[in-house]
């Protein structure tokens, strides 16, 4: 009797060492590859720093949450890693939450492994294992690039095989182990991972309208149309339709080869006709870029001999400014260093026109915008670079620089699905990649205030949206395998009515913010006319305000508000001030 209790002691001390709580998680996420809303969730499990037996993949911390469509996971995997090029990194799940099923592993039975670098893995019905794509689990992760944490998800309505669902029960446990020399696991050996999905309502998914939320602003528009697709009679009628609802004042496209561009005016002319008093202009850098705009093209520029082309665009009489945009594709794939060049180039390119003397000199506080098909499958230092100036091969193309006027970083308009929380721009169920964000929108947010901004990927769309606008949701993916990004600007510092206070300063300054980026305090520094109420206000990058709102009087002259950032996370986060009728809105990083 002594040994058998002996026996059941020691099973129930194993079977309790062998779990962990199981978690569940309703929750608002958004797959923009910048982890912020995570912060808010608590960890699954967090696994031992250092704990791999060689290299530099290290799992971390393990979240997992829901909403009413997906399953969301993110996890830290140490030093930068590029997901979906060669890695060992494999997802197993138990979906029927049942460790006699499926591949024992770890202790449970994994219905399902997926295998990040093969891009695919394997599904068992019974005993009998079927290989799956992206497609086949409504698999995308974020960030697209080289990152050292990732999020994704899975769709719940999947159904890999036939009609067996991924998820069958509302419990499943879940692995992630490098099979590669490292041969980390996340939990460790002797663990495992609960999650049970929370039918609870997650907050309410802001929906996107595809309108001008100032008809003052103007809208742009990039656009990959896959070899020439928008001149493909079968596509055209799609095309025309996005186009028609998205009602764009300049484009930039990707991939006409075999067009001009008086034949690519000429068909948005077709499908966009214009009014009394307008016209559509365009011009081409080749093999593939070309710029079509309400506003004449005054100049036009070969990034480099690369086929990325600068365009400066006369913006009067709407708009007293010249803008400078740049389209530009780049190479696809593994072509790293090449692309890594090229975007050297284009931000070499920005940095000589700032200064006088090169083939171009902006006059200062000129909006510069940066779109295009850009490729970043890679290392992130290329994204780096064309936000921040930190070119590479300084050898031939010169110095770093701070590409805005205000000697800050450029902001990436980072735009949002209308209908969901997703962000890819690119994606095909016949290419072994699973969606990405491909397509990007790169701007002077010192001089510029954005207003709309999305990616119109239709399937996703609600029908009442569709019929209003007489889009059908089979559009995107008829017209080419990238879909539109859209974004509207305006110029930043103004004055802007709003009818809740009062009499309106002359001139209201914004100054400048004070260290920027901070860690953890700056100033914000303006200029008054006359004495009134400063009321500030601090959002996150979704718009969303933080909860700090303040109002104080001040005197005329010259200002300051101290911003302690002691309790918020690392990020970005936009500031606004109000005076009287007047406000002004900036930018500012707080790193710790």
Request: net charge negative; proline share 7%.
């Amino acid at each position: 009797m002594k040994n058998f209790v002996l026996q059941i002691s020691t099973a129930m001390v194993c079977l309790i060492l062998s779990l962990t709580t199981a978690q569940a998680e309703s929750a608002r996420i958004y797959l923009d590859g910048l982890f912020t809303d995570w912060e808010t969730i608590d960890p699954i499990y967090s696994d031992p720093i250092g704990d791999q037996a060689s290299g530099t993949l290290d799992f971390g911390r393990l979240w997992v949450a829901n909403d009413e469509r997906y399953l969301f996971i993110s996890i830290e995997v140490g030093a930068e890693l590029l997901l979906a090029e060669p890695n060992a990194v494999t997802l197993y799940l138990d979906i029927d939450n049942n460790a006699n099923t499926g591949i024992p592993i770890n202790g449970i039975g994994a219905e399902l492994n997926w295998v990040f670098g093969n891009k695919s893995g394997s599904f068992r019905v019974g005993s009998t294992p079927y290989t799956v794509y992206h497609e086949n689990l409504g698999l995308i992760t974020a960030p697209t690039v080289s990152a050292g944490q990732f999020e994704m998800v899975l769709d719940r309505n999947a159904h890999p095989v036939g009609q067996n669902p991924l998820f069958p029960n509302i419990t499943i446990k879940l692995l992630l182990v490098d099979n590669g020399p490292g041969l980390d696991r996340c939990p460790d050996q002797g663990t495992t991972v609960s999650y049970s999905f929370d039918e609870s309502p997650p907050p309410v998914l802001p929906g996107i309208t595809l309108l001008k939320q100032d008809t003052t602003q103007f809208r742009i528009v990039s656009y990959n149309v896959l070899q020439d697709g928008i001149f493909t009679i079968s596509k055209q009628a799609a095309f025309d339709r996005m186009l028609s609802a998205i009602a764009p004042d300049i484009i930039g496209f990707e991939e006409i080869y075999n067009h001009t561009a008086i034949q690519t005016r000429d068909l948005i002319e077709s499908m966009l006709p214009s009014q009394p008093g307008e016209n559509w202009n365009a011009a081409k850098v080749s093999p593939d870029v070309i710029c079509v705009s309400r506003f004449p093209i005054l100049s036009t520029f070969n990034i480099h001999d690369d086929g990325n082309g600068a365009f400066l665009i006369d913006l009067h009489p709407d708009f007293d400014k010249q803008l400078l945009f740049i389209v530009a594709h780049l190479p696809a794939g593994q072509e790293n260093l090449d692309r890594q060049r090229e975007v050297d180039a284009i931000m070499a390119f920005v940095r000589d026109a700032k200064e006088p003397g090169g083939l171009l000199t902006l006059e200062e506080n000129t909006p510069i915008i940066i779109v295009g098909d850009m490729n970043f499958v890679g290392y992130s230092q290329q994204l780096t670079t064309l936000l921040t100036g930190q070119i590479i091969y300084q050898g031939q193309f010169g110095s770093p620089f701070d590409p805005d006027w205000d000697g800050s970083d450029f902001s990436d308009l980072l735009p949002r699905h209308t209908n969901s929380p997703l962000y890819f721009t690119w994606g095909n169920d016949n290419s072994l990649f699973w969606p990405g964000r491909l397509d990007l929108m790169i701007y002077s947010d010192y001089v510029l205030q954005t207003g709309s901004k999305y990616v119109l990927y239709t399937p996703d769309m609600d029908p009442d949206t569709l019929t209003a606008y007489g889009i059908l949701p089979t559009d995107a993916l008829t017209a080419s395998d990238h879909v539109p990004i859209v974004g509207d600007f305006s110029w930043g510092v103004t004055s802007v009515t709003d009818p809740e206070y009062g009499d309106t300063p002359d001139q209201f300054k914004l100054l400048g913010v004070h260290p920027n980026p901070f860690n953890p305090t700056t100033t914000i520094q303006f200029e008054l006319p006359v004495a009134g109420w400063v009321e500030l206000e601090v959002f996150d990058l979704l718009g969303s305000s933080i909860g700090i709102h303040q109002m104080n009087w001040y005197m005329a002259g010259a200002q300051t508000i101290h911003f302690d950032g002691t309790n918020l996370p690392s990020g970005i986060y936009f500031y606004r001030l109000k005076a009287g009728k007047s406000q002004v809105v900036g930018k500012m990083a707080l790193l710790k």
